[in-house]
Structure formats: structure tokens, C-alpha cells
């Protein structure tokens, strides 16, 4: 799960595992593999630190 704030400012959590697809359009979209579609203040590289992050931690917890 990855934090990310939406157009009102507001913070929301997304599943990182669902993200099929990242688009600039200027604004960074986020396209869920349902077809649901995300408007996010992030630039798709934040999006993908996130994620690098997120999968990070998942991997080393039984280390």
C-alpha cells in the first residue's frame, strides 16, 4: 500500500499491486488494473519511489 494525495490536498492509500499503469497528461495518472482511474499530485517518479519502497519492505521483513 502506497500513500499518495489526491487534487483536494487530501492523502489516500492505494494498492500498490493493483497499479497496471502510470501516465503524465501534465498531471500524473494512475490507472488501476479495474480500469479505475487516479488524478495524484505526485510525479510518476514519486509514485515509483513509493512503490520501490513499498515492495522494499515487504521483501526484507522476514530478513
Request: charged share 30%; net charge negative.
Amino acid at each position: 500500500m502506497i500513500k499518495v494525495t489526491g487534487l483536494n490536498n487530501k492523502e489516500f492509500v492505494l494498492n500498490a499491486e493493483h497499479i497496471e499503469k502510470i501516465e503524465e497528461v501534465p498531471e500524473t495518472l494512475i490507472t488501476l488494473v479495474n480500469g479505475k482511474k487516479y488524478i495524484v499530485l505526485e510525479t510518476p517518479e514519486e509514485v515509483i519511489d513509493k512503490i520501490v519502497k513499498y515492495k522494499n519492505r515487504i521483501f526484507t521483513l522476514n530478513v
